[in-house]
Nanobody, 114 residues
Framework: VQLQASGGGLVQAGGSLRLSCAASGVNSKIADFGWYRQAPGQQRELVADISSDGNKNYADSVQGRFAISRDNVWRRVYLQMNTLEPEDTAVYYC?????????WGKGTLVTVSS
């Protein structure tokens, strides 16, 4: 299983970014996916996840601003991030738990300037 995240960058507060995660080695129709983030000096935390049947879950801090989606044909998971805040600055990681094992992609850095 490999997960490749992309789409991070530097953006001003109030701006938007779209993260993309390309998954390989998984049957995307049965896999759940999630986006996590880790800010400097902080623990990694769940941002949003999406189940194989499309159920979505969001952290309170991003509810209403972020949207997770998936494309099972192209095996991609997206995180649309709107109204970004400096507190959203972190390394964002794509994750899947597949047949009982956790898999993480290399993170993509999101920096939000005030």
């Amino acid at each position: 299983v490999q997960l490749q995240a992309s789409g991070g960058g530097l953006v001003q507060a109030g701006g938007s970014l779209r993260l993309s995660c390309a998954a390989s080695g998984v049957n995307s129709k049965i896999a759940d996916f999630g986006w996590y983030r880790q800010a400097p000096g902080q623990q990694r935390e769940l941002v949003a996840d999406i189940s194989s049947d499309g159920n979505k879950n969001y952290a309170d801090s991003v509810q209403g601003r972020f949207a997770i989606s998936r494309d099972n044909v192209w095996r991609r998971v997206y995180l649309q991030m709107n109204t970004l805040e400096p507190e959203d600055t972190a390394v964002y990681y794509c994750h899947t738990r597949y047949y009982g094992r956790d898999h993480w992609g290399k993170g993509t850095l999101v920096t939000v300037s005030s």
